[in-house]
């Protein structure tokens, strides 16, 4: 599934390299380099450096922004929704049925626990959380997976996507603190957009009643609903209307007594300082570190000095 199922079923560019070659055309002729780019949007240079080469998938923020930045008139925007970024993934295939789903659904109700969604995981998330299972093509293949579901729900007329988190989601570290830091960031700009809400169960708030396990509610565009829950490698589905309906109740209620999305957003808000400073703190400990093992080690050398015999004056 790739760009070309988001839309009005129009089939674009097959490859990301076109953007990156437009990207870089656009920057160069204006005299802006990599690095400057990089400070206004903004990232890491390599992140511009890697989108240019057509070797990373930007967000649409990214490319509104090189718009603004670039002075582009609105083009690089334009053609972030015309590529099919992911021409060619390879789901899973317990995991094909829902990957199907996705591509054709209206709205998506969602409660995850442990773990950010998959629709909202940064790629520095999923290629930390998928690295845990494969490495090398094939990691880099989940990866690819991963990532082709989200563009059609994070389009700002995409279909609508309603996802409660426990706070589990946000306090298990998967990566490292920076990873963390950019995950809640990105939440915070996702749930911004029209068609998407981002609530929190916290951890500390009595009363609330929370599922077993993480589970969909997925409105195909026929009106037809399925639940969805996952075990270890394996999807579960379910039409029958009873289940279906005491799930729905279940997650109506869910929401009405989590955190609401403003509410939220503070949540995740402190949460990206606290994984700023986490990093912070770091840096400075390992900066200390190096210090003190640079003056042991002079302190070492300085003891180790061959000593030469004196001549000194007898009192």
């Known amino acids: 599934m790739g760009r070309r199922n988001a839309g009005g079923g129009e089939k674009g560019a097959s490859t990301a390299d076109v953007f990156g070659e437009v990207l870089k055309h656009c920057r160069e002729s204006i005299g802006v380099t990599q690095i400057a780019l990089a400070g206004e949007v903004p990232c890491d240079r390599s992140y511009v450096a890697r989108v240019e080469a057509g070797t990373r998938v930007p967000d649409e923020k990214f490319a509104e922004t090189c718009d603004i930045v670039l002075r582009t008139g609105g083009i690089l925007q334009k053609l972030w929704h015309k590529i099919d970024w992911y021409p060619e993934v390879d789901h899973p295939d317990w995991f094909k049925r829902r990957a199907a789903m996705d591509a054709e659904a209206t709205a998506l109700r969602e409660y995850q626990t442990q773990m950010m969604p998959g629709l909202l995981q940064t790629e520095d998330y999923a290629r930390a959380l998928l690295s845990r299972r494969a490495g090398g093509d094939e990691l880099e293949r989940r990866v690819r997976a991963r990532l082709s579901r989200q563009h059609r ?59 077993n396990t993480s589970m969909s509610l997925i409105t195909l565009s026929d009106g037809h609903v399925w639940v969805y829950s996952e075990s270890l490698d394996r999807g579960h589905f379910s039409d029958d209307p009873e289940v279906t309906g005491r799930h729905a109740q279940t997650y109506a209620v869910l929401r009405a007594d989590a955190l609401s999305a403003s509410e939220s957003a503070a949540l995740l808000h402190d949460a990206m300082e606290g994984y700023g400073h986490h990093d912070e703190s770091r840096f400075q400990s390992d900066n200390v570190g190096k210090e003190q093992l640079q003056r042991r080690q002079q302190r070492k050398l300085r003891g180790n000095r061959h000593r030469y015999p004196g001549h000194y004056p007898r009192p």
Do not use: Y
Request: charged share 15%.
């Open 153 to 211: 729900f994070l389009s700002p007329e995409g279909p609508l996507l309603l996802m409660v988190l426990d706070e589990s989601c946000i306090r298990n570290t998967v990566g490292s603190a920076a990873v963390m830091r950019d995950q809640c960031a990105h939440l915070l700009r996702v749930g911004k957009q029209p068609n998407i809400r981002v609530q929190v169960a916290p951890a500390g708030l009595p009363g609330i009643w929370r599922p």
